[in-house]
C-alpha cells in the first residue's frame, strides 16, 4: 500500500461542541465530520467555533490538548469564506437477505436459562457478580451446575482472568474456560463462542456470562487512548454520537424532540424492569434541560454507567428436551469487525451484520416483533432501527414521535427491558442482558412489559478504536422453539 496525499480541503458534513472534556483537553471545544472527496470523510478537530453544515475548511497546524511534556499540536480544521450546498443523506436498502450475502446454515441452538442482576451500584467485585448470574442462569435452566461443560465470559473492562477469579464462587475448576474481549460487545460475543462450542459438539452445555463494574471502577468518560488518532484530537464516545445525530437531524429534518422521545419511551419501559438502574419517569422537557454533554446530547441521552452481570445457557438439542422451559432457539446470529468509513455514509456495518443474520435464520425483518438494540446514546436508538431494515431511512424519529415501535401494527416493540438508557451499561453484560429479555418476552414471562412476538433481535455493538464505526458488532436472531 502506497501512502497517498489527502486533499487539505473539504467541506463539513457534522459537528458538535464538546462539553465533557478528557483529561488536558480545553473545558469545551469543537469536533466533527468534514467530507475531503467523494466517499471520504474524516473526523476532525476545528481550530474555533465549528462552522455550519457544508461550509468550506482547510487543515492547518493547531493546539489540541496539553500533557505533562507541554502542548501538543496537531491537524485542526480552519473555516474559509466559501460555502457549498450540503450533499443529501445517503440512501440505503433496508437491512435484509441479498443476492450477494453468503448464508450459513440455521444455528437452531436453544437456550435453556437466562439471569440478570440488577443493574446499579451494587458495590460487588466483577466476579461475584458473574458468579451470580451464572448460577442463576444454570438453575433458570432446570439443570446442576455440575452439568455445565464449558464457560465463556465477557468483559470489556473488568481485569484479566476475570473467568478464573470467578471460580472462587463457582464449581466450574477444570471446565474448559475462555475470557473475551470486544468492547460492549463482548458479552454477545462470548455467546458467539458458545454457540460455536455447542455446533461443534464440543460441549452439550456452556453457560456465556458477561461483567463489568463501572462504577466501582470510578465511572465517568470511557477512557481512551489518546495515542488513537482519533481520540488524540479529541474526539469522545459521546461526540461521536451526537455528531451521528447532527448528521440525522439535518439530512432528515429531525428535531431534538425525537432523541428526547428516545429516552421518554426507555424510561417508560424501564419503570416496568425491576432489574433497570434507571426506573423514573421523565418528559420531553426534562431530558432536553438536563446537562449538554456534547450538542445536542444531553445527559439524559447518555446509558448511565451501571454495574452488573448477565448469563445465558445454550445447550445441545439432546439436553433441551430436559431442561425446565419450552426452549428459545438461536435461529441466526453474526458477529464483525467495523470499517473505517462506515459511520456517516449510511452503509453501516450494522445493515451487513443484520443481513447476514437475517439469512441465516431464514426470516425477513418484517417479521420481527421485539428488538432490544445498543441505544448506548439516544441517537443510535433511531440509527439502528433503520440499519436493521426495521424502519426505512429517515423514518424512525418521525415514527416514534407518532407513536410506533411499540409492537403489533406499529413495528417491532423497542427495547421493551429500558434499554441501555433506563437498564444501565456495563458493556460486558449489556449484550447477554438483551438476550435474556428476549427470551423471557418469548416465553411469555415479561409480566408488565410483556409483548406478542414470535421473532426478536438482539443488536449489540461498542467501540474503543475510534476510526473504526465499531469494534465489534453482533446481531441475533431469535424465535419460539419448534
Known sequence: MHPQVLPRTGTVVARTTVRVAPPGFPAQYQVGVVELAPDLRVLARFADEAPGHGATVTVRTGLLREDESGEV????FVAEDSTVVTQEATAASPAGSSPGTPVAEPLRIAVAGVATTAFGRPDLPAERLAAEAALAAVADAGLRADEVDAVVVGSAFATAALGQRMLRYVP????????????????TSALAEALALVRAGLAEVVVAVGAD????SGGGLIPLDQEDPVAGIGVTLPSLYALVGDRYQSAYQVGEDAFAEVVVRSR???????DAFRRDAVTREDVLASRLIADPLTLFQC???????????????????????PPVEIAG????????????TGESVVRRVA????????????????????DAFAPAALTNLEYLGLAEPGTAGHRLLAGDFRGGGTGPALNPS???????????????AQVSELVRQLRGEAGDRQVDAEVAVVHTMGGTVLELETNACVVGVLRRGR
Open 333 to 344: 446470529l453474526a458477529l464483525r469487525a467495523g470499517y473505517a468509513k462506515d459511520r456517516f
Open 355 to 374: 443481513q447476514a443474520a437475517y439469512a441465516q435464520a431464514g426470516v425477513h425483518p418484517e417479521q420481527v416483533g421485539v428488538v432490544e438494540l445498543h
Open 213 to 216: 463494574i463501572p462504577v466501582r
Open 418 to 432: 429500558g434499554g441501555l438508557l433506563s437498564r444501565g451499561h456495563p458493556p460486558g453484560a449489556t449484550g447477554l
Open 268 to 274: 417508560q419501559n424501564g419503570s416496568r424492569n425491576p
Open 303 to 325: 446509558a448511565p454507567n451501571a454495574d452488573g452481570a448477565s448469563a445465558v445457557v445454550v445447550v445441545a438439542d439432546h439436553v433441551r428436551k430436559r431442561c425446565a422451559h
Open 73 to 76: 499540536v496537531g491537524p485542526v
Open 172 to 187: 466450574w475448576g477444570g471446565r474448559r474456560m475462555v475470557n473475551v474481549e470486544n468492547a460492549c460487545a463482548s458479552g
